[in-house]
Structure formats: C-alpha cells, structure tokens
C-alpha cells in the first residue's frame, strides 16, 4: 500500500476533488496547509518609481513584495492507494493541477506498512 500526499493550489480543489469522486479515488483526506517553496524574490522585477514611492523601511511593503517571509495557503490531500493504483493516481492529480507556472504543487508518494479500520478491525487492503 502507498500513501499519496499531493499539496496544491486552493483555488484547484474543488477541480481534484471533482476528478477524484468521478474516478475510483473517492476516499481521502484534506487539510488547509501554509507553506513555501524553494523560489526566492527577485527585487529586479520592482522598479525604482515603486520603491521610491513607498519607503523601503515600511516593513509591511518589504514583507509583501518579498517571498522570503510569505507562507502560501495551499491544500494538502492524503490519498491510500494499492500499490498497483499509484501511477494513475499521480496522473489524474497532475492532470488537473498542472498550469505550467511556479506553485502548481507538488506530490509524495510514502509506503504504508498496515491500515486498520477501527469500526471493524481489518486489517491491511481489506481496510482500505
């Protein structure tokens, strides 16, 4: 068995949620999650007019042109799969949440060694 733990953009999840229930995915497990990636900013990008119009000691204009203190809002969704379902499922995340631009996500695929539902006590796939 695998876990899929895919973290993507906000506005996508109503899109995954609606390709996980059509397909054969409709179990999982989402969160509101903050976080980062590994892009830093690019104060070239900011012209001198913008700088010289806000003083560069406001620490609130710093913080909002500067990725470096920004947590993102994504969402994160936890997804059991057999082993044998991963590479689609990784797939039909992609597929959905791919726009070709910075941000659009990412994916992790973890084994799991057992699973056990508590209402009825079975154990590995059988829980699933």
Same mark, same amino acid.
């Given at each position: 068995?695998?876990?899929?733990t895919a973290?993507?953009?906000m506005?996508?999840?109503?899109a995954?949620?609606? $390709?996980?229930?059509?397909? @054969?995915?409709?179990?999982?497990?989402?969160?509101?999650?903050?976080g980062?990636?590994?892009?830093?900013?690019?104060?070239l990008?900011i012209?001198?007019?913008?700088?010289?119009?806000? $003083?560069?000691?406001d620490?609130?204009?710093?913080?909002?042109?500067?990725?470096?203190?920004?947590?993102?809002?994504?969402?994160?969704?936890?997804?059991?799969? @057999?082993?044998?379902?991963?590479?689609?499922?990784?797939?039909l995340?992609?597929?959905?949440n791919?726009?070709?631009?910075?941000?659009?996500?990412?994916?992790?695929?973890?084994?799991?060694?057992?699973?056990?539902?508590i209402?009825t006590g079975?154990?590995?796939?059988?829980?699933?």
């Amino acid at each position: 068995m695998k876990e899929v733990t895919a973290i993507i953009r906000m506005n996508m999840i109503n899109a995954t949620k609606a $390709a996980l229930l059509k397909s @054969k995915f409709p179990s999982f497990t989402c969160r509101k999650v903050v976080g980062r990636g590994k892009k830093k900013v690019r104060f070239l990008m900011i012209d001198d007019e913008s700088i010289e119009s806000k $003083a560069v000691e406001d620490k609130k204009f710093v913080e909002d042109i500067s990725e470096m203190h920004r947590l993102v809002p994504k969402r994160m969704l936890t997804i059991l799969v @057999k082993d044998e379902e991963v590479q689609e499922l990784v797939e039909l995340i992609i597929d959905v949440n791919r726009t070709s631009n910075p941000g659009d996500g990412k994916i992790f695929v973890s084994d799991v060694t057992d699973v056990y539902r508590i209402r009825t006590g079975e154990v590995g796939e059988e829980a699933l």
